[in-house]
């Protein structure tokens, strides 16, 4: 049997057709999606830099390695940071990135992790709430993200997430890390997401505690997904680290008892799953 080829080389010889949307989980929030106009990351982790010689960080072990490095993904067009936790704006990963012609999309406090990478200037968008960026295919709109509050910083929200709109129709709400806020549920809805991408590892005391900031749980992740009228919930941020994770079984336990009808995809690190606009209509 041959070895299986590297995933960058099967996101690169992916052939996606104007109906569809591929999309690759590169483990805990970070997704490679691909449309018939070009190819994407989100907080993309794509290392172990995280410095556990520090005490704060001894109980963070990856569970697997990344199932590409960034050098090998430098023929993205886009690469969208919700906020600048390494988990999600890691400045090796960025640096690994930044050898391509891939626009850096991320909030605009974060701007100095993208200077401190070496990110040129014109290769930088600084995203904010409302105000819509698009990339071949896709049309990215900013939500203020609470993590675990709505913070800001010289009037620009410091953590968000976004709407994909792509051009075929399907509409994907990446949340990020993030909490539910109580005006955030309009907003959410307001864009008719078909899937809804949450965390699901929760928030308690003895994390916050240690400085281990929380996110909805499995029960208001799955709420979430039902009030916004999501078909598809795509959990996320609960299987990287033990030290703030969460059991999946919990979130399918609940769905099944209370929104049966809701369509849940537990991905895998490095598999595929490919949408089709009449499967979303």
Known sequence: MSKQKKLAQRIWERTVSEEEICIWYLGQEGFAMKSSGGLFLVDPYLTDSIDRSQPENQGFQRKYPSP???EELQFVDGVFCTHDHQDHLDPESISGLKGGNARFCVPKPAAYQLLKCGVS?????????GKAFSLPGVRVV??????DKLEQKDGAYCALSYVFQFENGITIFHGGDMVVYPELEEKVAAYHP??????????CYYREHEDIVGNTS???AADFAAHTKAQMLIPMHYDLYDANGENPAYLMDYLSR???????HFFRPGEAMTLNRQDWE
Do not use: C
């Not at 200037?121 to 709430?129: A, C, F, R």
């Not at 209370?258 to 849940?264: A, C, S, T």
């Open 194 to 203: 078909q899937i809804v991408m949450l965390p699901i590892n929760g928030r």
């Open 121 to 129: 200037e014109e290769k930088q968008v600084l995203m904010e709430e």
């Open 218 to 220: 499995f029960t208001e």
């Open 258 to 264: 209370k929104y049966p009808e809701m369509q849940v």
């Open 68 to 70: 590409a490095t960034p």
């Open 142 to 147: 900013p939500v203020a993200a609470a993590h």
